[in-house]
Nanobody
Framework: QVQLVESGGGLVQAGGSLRLSCAAS????????MAWFRQAPGKEREFVAA????????HYADSVKGRFTISRDNAKNTVYLQMNSLKPEDTAVYYC???????????????????WGQGTQVTVSS
């Protein structure tokens, strides 16, 4: 079965950096578009960043553009989220997600993603 396992979350001061990883198994990773979403306490889950199957295309939420970078290594079945210049409002549980093989890329639509990880907590202190 498909499994997505996030890691790399933690507590960091404002202005700091973290790198999240999501290791995928049980799927042909290179056929899946991947994305990161996040959910802050009391808020809806929201889109953060997405990447195409080959890694040639990326898309970001306006709130993280210029600060976060999504990337992937298809040889390692892993997608990453490099987060720089972190702000307290970035505090949330971050989820990795994947759509289906040969799916049409719909980067921001949560409904487009069939597979989700369990999430990793990111806390940014002021």
């Amino acid at each position: 079965q498909v499994q997505l396992v996030e890691s790399g979350g933690g507590l960091v001061q404002a202005g700091g950096s973290l790198r999240l990883s999501c290791a995928a198994s049980g799927l042909t990773f290179s056929l899946y578009h991947m994305a990161w979403f996040r959910q802050a306490p009391g808020k809806e889950r929201e889109f953060v960043a997405a990447i195409t199957q080959s890694g040639g295309g990326t898309h970001y939420a306006d709130s993280v553009k210029g600060r976060f970078t999504i990337s992937r290594d298809n040889a390692k079945n892993t997608v990453y989220l490099q987060m720089n210049s972190l702000k307290p409002e970035d505090t949330a549980v971050y989820y990795c997600s994947g759509d289906g093989p040969f799916a049409r890329w719909q980067p921001e639509g949560q409904y487009a993603y069939d597979y989700w990880g369990q999430g990793t907590q990111v806390t940014v202190s002021s």
